[in-house]
């Protein structure tokens, strides 16, 4: 049982266009990430956010962490295809040793 | 090494049979995970130790699974009389604290995992 919920679950946009990826729970966090991950390798960490209502950019992409601590969304703008990948957010919570990770979303941008 | 190492890539088992994977951590991480990735799912926890004590093995799916870290350093995954259901990717991660995640302090760093079929 996964306590994230992403969506949309597949997306597949033209080179070009804006996004938006969200990530949703009944359940508060506290602190959350974002992680890319290509075929045939690992996630690899995007960004962390520690407050509610946080923003965070990273060149084309743009973090927000809900005021609750429950949900967080990730906008791309001008979408590339290198950002073509499998994008997981990842929650902690207090007492708990690991990371809970969504459901991804798949994202291609075509050429 | 720079990084997570995992092996073997790629493995093929007949029901019934055992597996065990290995992961290499980055020298000096402290805590170690295990997670079971399903495909084009996000990963599930499996386990976590940190050094050599596991700390938590909540999310073995059941007592077919085992995980072992015994000086602290290389962590083994071990599967047996695999059933179909196990396949999947098993991703190893490494971090240098033992807490931190609160803080976004902690960064997990990702192996390429291992990716089990079994027929």
């Known amino acids: 049982t996964q306590l994230l919920e992403q969506s949309p679950q597949f997306l597949s946009i033209q080179e070009g266009e804006n996004l938006t990826v969200y990530c949703n729970s009944s359940?508060?966090?506290?602190?959350l990430q974002w992680y890319r991950q290509e075929p045939g390798e690992g996630p690899v960490l995007l960004v962390t956010?520690?407050?509610?209502?946080e923003v965070k950019k990273l060149k084309r992409l743009t973090f927000q962490f809900g005021d609750a601590r429950k949900d967080s969304s990730l906008h791309i703008t001008a979408a590339q295809p290198g950002d073509t990948g499998l994008y997981l957010c990842a929650g902690a919570q207090t007492g708990a040793n690991n990371l809970f990770f969504g459901t991804g979303t798949r994202l291609t941008v075509i050429p | 090494g720079a990084g997570v190492s995992q092996s073997p890539r790629y493995k093929v088992a007949k029901r019934g049979q055992d597996v065990a994977l290995r992961c290499d951590p980055i020298?000096?991480?402290?805590?170690l995970f295990w997670y079971q990735q399903a495909l084009g799912q996000g990963p599930e926890f499996l386990t976590y130790?940190?050094?050599?004590?596991?700390?938590?093995k909540s999310g073995l799916p059941s007592d077919r699974f085992f995980a072992e870290r015994p000086e602290g350093s290389v962590s083994t995954l071990k599967i047996q009389r695999t059933q179909q259901e196990d396949s999947a990717v098993y991703l190893c991660?490494?971090?240098?604290?033992?807490?931190?995640?609160?803080?976004?302090?902690?960064?997990?760093?990702f192996g390429a995992g291992s990716r089990l079929t079994v027929l």
């Open positions: 991660a490494s971090s240098f604290r033992d807490r931190g995640l609160l803080s976004g302090a902690n960064v997990l760093t």
């Open positions: 956010v520690v407050t509610g209502g």
């Open positions: 020298s000096g991480h402290v805590s």
């Open positions: 130790f940190q050094n050599e004590a596991q700390l938590d």
């Open positions: 359940s508060v966090f506290s602190s």
